[in-house]
Structure formats: C-alpha cells, structure tokens
C-alpha cells in the first residue's frame, strides 16, 4: 500500500527559532500534498495545499510567511514554521494524494512543542 | 456553505455494534470518507463511497445516499482497540476534502 513518510515524529524547539518538517511518499507520486494541524481533541484543520512545482494554496488565517512549504519534488514537501511561538505548539500531519479522486494517505505527524 | 455534522461522542459496549452518522453539504459530491484516528495518532482510511448504497469491509461497513446527504459507518462486533476517533470526509467538486469535527467513540467493556 501506499505510504507516507512524515519526519521528525517529535520536535522540541526554543521560541524564535525555526523547525523543518519533511513529508515524503515512498512508493508513489503524489500529485497534491496536504498539511493539517490538529490541536487537542479538535478536528484535522488544512493549513494549505500544495502541488509540486507551484506555490501552496494557503487556507484563511494561515500565514504563508510563518509556514512556508516547498513541494520541490513529486515525493517530497517540507514545512517549515519559521520563527516558532508557543501557540505553534501542536500536532501537524501531512497527507499525499496520487490522483484527483483517491483517498489521502497520511504520514504519522509530528508533535511540536515550542518552549 | 460547506457543512459536515457527525456526533461529537458515543459510547458503546464491546462485542456490540455502533453506526456513527454523518451528514453533509458541499459544493458538489465526489465521495464520502471515512477515517479513524487514535488519540495523538495521524488518521488511518477506512472507506470511501460515492455510489450509493452500503460497502462491507470485514466488521467494517459505510453506507451512501446521495440524495440525503448522508453517510453512516456501521462497526460490528466492536473491540476495545476500536476506542477512536472517527472522522467523516466529504470531497466537493474541486476534489477538496471537507472534515467533519470527527466523532469519538467510546468502547466499555
């Protein structure tokens, strides 16, 4: 089956600083990318969509200067939340889709703490 | 607007079984998902239905009309390992996923 790889699982960074999460599908080519972040006990909130070679479509409220993504390849997108604050900390999971029509298949997340 | 409601809580008895209903609105219809998510895990797929009618998966069933704008998940003889969250997924005609706020299911022994 299909499988993304989402890295690190875990992350603790210091306010100010900045934190690059890689998300990778391994056996496929994903056409679109996705990045959620999900805080305690609340839905999956899509941050933006992003299509490789082209920029991210960001979601309202979402600043695209704090996380900035790169889908460099057709396996490969990054965030990285730049200039981390506490009210970063949460889970952010990233998701690739081989085609238009086709279910999601989502890495592990990775749980930022901002201290 | 976009829309998807599903109960925020339901508590059920192992060996039973559960349907957890999901209703929606979209701007167009290209499929209904199903997902489960474990507490501080990312969300696994269970089912994707766009015809209606009912696909049977293992103790795993998801049910579609269409003209409703309504979708249940049907799990039978529920284990304890089935304590998640499930999510309901509409996709529009832009082939955007719209999420619902998910439902937590409890499983008592």
């Known amino acids: 089956g299909a499988v993304v790889s989402q890295h690190p699982s875990w992350v603790i960074c210091k306010s100010g600083t900045s934190v690059k999460i890689e998300c990778r599908s391994l056996?496929?080519?994903?056409?679109?990318m996705f990045w959620y972040r999900q805080f305690p006990k609340q839905s999956l909130m899509l941050m933006a969509t992003?299509?490789?070679?082209?920029?991210?479509?960001?979601e309202q409220g979402v600043e695209k200067d704090k996380f900035l993504i790169n889908h460099a390849s057709l396996t490969l997108s990054t965030l990285t939340v730049t200039s981390a604050h506490p009210e970063d900390s949460s889970f952010y999971i990233c998701?690739?889709?081989?085609?238009?029509?086709?279910?999601?298949?989502f890495g592990n997340g990775t749980r930022l703490t901002v201290t | 607007g976009q829309n998807i409601d599903q109960p925020t809580e339901m508590t059920a008895t192992e060996g039973a079984i559960v349907q957890i209903n999901c209703t929606y609105q979209?701007?167009?219809?290209?499929?209904l998902f199903w997902y489960q998510q474990h507490a501080g895990e990312a969300p696994t797929f269970l089912s994707y239905?766009?015809l209606d009618g009912l696909e049977e998966k293992g103790r795993f069933s998801s049910f579609l009309s269409r003209s409703k704008g309504y979708s249940y998940l049907l799990l039978k003889e529920l284990q304890m390992k089935d304590s998640a969250s499930y999510l309901c997924?509409?996709?529009?005609?832009?082939?955007?996923?719209?999420w619902g706020a998910g439902t937590k299911l409890i499983i008592k022994p």
């Open positions: 998701s690739a889709r081989q085609g238009e029509v086709q279910s999601l298949h």
């Open positions: 056996d496929f080519q994903a056409t679109t």
């Open positions: 992003s299509n490789e070679g082209s920029k991210a479509t960001y």
């Open positions: 979209t701007s167009g219809f290209n499929g």
């Open positions: 239905n766009v």
């Open positions: 997924a509409a996709m529009d005609s832009n082939y955007q996923l719209i």
